[in-house]
């Protein structure tokens, strides 16, 4: 599987959005974008996940550059429930595991 | 409807002994996957299988092991547990096994060895 990088960590105050960066150079034609989160204690969630276009959902929207080598999460207004550590991941539809890496792990500050 | 089942939450086990988890996937889901996380390593992929059939095996020692039901629902396996095999173990399941897919993960089960 391509590899992502993600920043450590971000920092962002309740109720504004966030911005959540990927990058994937190495992207081929068939992968997907796959968004997890994992909030304390908890397994992970699935938040989104695309692959040309953009995509929204109840959770947050996907931001696909055109040349599909970055990615960004928008979560439109952060809530301190936000407060997790988000994994960008690319999958295709010949491999079985998520690489979920470091991951962001994104405060939110009342 | 009802979400993937880990069974039980929590173990604690004595170095040596052998442990079975369970995972009971979303109803019409085929594809069941395990994961170790662990503080140091992070999330680690163990297996994955997809009707009955194991498709894919990550980097552990043949002390892990796994296997899958004609119900979907899945076991793992560890045998003589190690003090390093304490872990938050996750199972996680999908309509299929395919990247335009995402999954769906349990709450895990939190795994100690003394």
């Known amino acids: 599987d391509a590899k992502t990088t993600q920043p450590n960590s971000m920092e962002s105050n309740e109720e504004e959005p966030v911005h959540l960066p990927c990058n994937h150079s190495?992207?081929?034609?068939?992968?997907?974008i796959h968004w997890y989160r994992q909030l304390p204690s908890q397994g992970p969630e699935y938040v989104i996940h695309?692959?040309?276009s953009n995509v929204n959902n109840r959770m947050a929207s996907l931001a696909i550059a055109e040349d599909r080598k970055s990615s960004t999460l928008i979560l439109h207004r952060a809530t301190l429930r936000d407060a997790a550590v988000y994994y960008c991941i690319l999958r295709d539809n010949s491999g079985y595991a998520l690489n979920f890496g470091k991951g962001t792990s994104l405060l939110v500050t009342p | 409807k009802a979400g993937v089942t880990q069974t039980p939450r929590y173990l604690i086990k004595t170095r040596g002994q052998q442990v079975t988890l369970s995972c009971s996937p979303i109803?019409?889901?085929?594809?069941v996957s395990w994961y170790q996380q662990t503080p140091g390593q992070g999330l680690q992929f163990l297996f994955e299988y997809f009707s009955e059939t194991q498709r894919n095996k990550g980097n552990f020692p043949g002390r892990f092991s796994g296997r899958q039901f004609s119900n979907s629902r899945s076991e793992m396996n560890v045998s003589t547990l190690e003090l390093g095999d304490s872990a938050l173990y996750l199972c996680?399941?999908?309509?299929?096994?395919?990247?335009?897919?995402?999954?769906?993960f349990g709450s895990g089960t939190r795994l100690t060895v003394v």
């Open positions: 695309g692959l040309t």
């Open positions: 996680a399941s999908s309509p299929f096994s395919a990247g335009s897919y995402g999954y769906t």
């Open positions: 190495t992207i081929s034609g068939t992968d997907y």
């Open positions: 109803s019409g889901h085929r594809s």
